[in-house]
């Protein structure tokens, strides 16, 4: 009997501290499953907007032709694809083969530029140039503060980067 007393309390401190550990694993899988998912829905939306404009060079500019796309179609091209990513949270930039580059911060800043990319401009827009769309995403979380690497900034946050290059098709 006596010893049955002695250990009556120890279920109880064993449980609290097997369910923190529990809970801080369950809620850090969670946020990074978050995290992994922006990154994924980013790097697709940027590979999709590479995608989109390879198809709108030369050929589209030629008279009668009216396929040719804007800094604004692109930014919302990007945007749609990216679902669940806030356009306003995100960090854009269209380059050309000849280094010329077309900011947009946020991305949302871009939707009315009525600007033909790629430019016709160093001939950016010939077939078999280059054009590549770079974003970034600012995801915030209370556990980055545990991130692999993570030093200063904002406490909570981490930078998503994605870029893709593309060949222009025609």
Known sequence: MKRRNARRGSVLVEFTLAGIAALFLILFTFHLSMAMWNY??????????????????????QPGNTCSATVGMLAQKVASVGIGIPSSQVTASFTTDSGAVTSCSPLSSCFTNSTVWPPSTNQDNKVGRLVKISAKYQFRSPLVFFWPGKTGGTMGAVWLPASSQQKIMF
């Open 40 to 61: 994924h829905t980013l790097a697709f939306a940027v590979h999709e907007g590479t995608r989109y404009i390879a198809v709108k060079g030369k050929g589209c500019t």
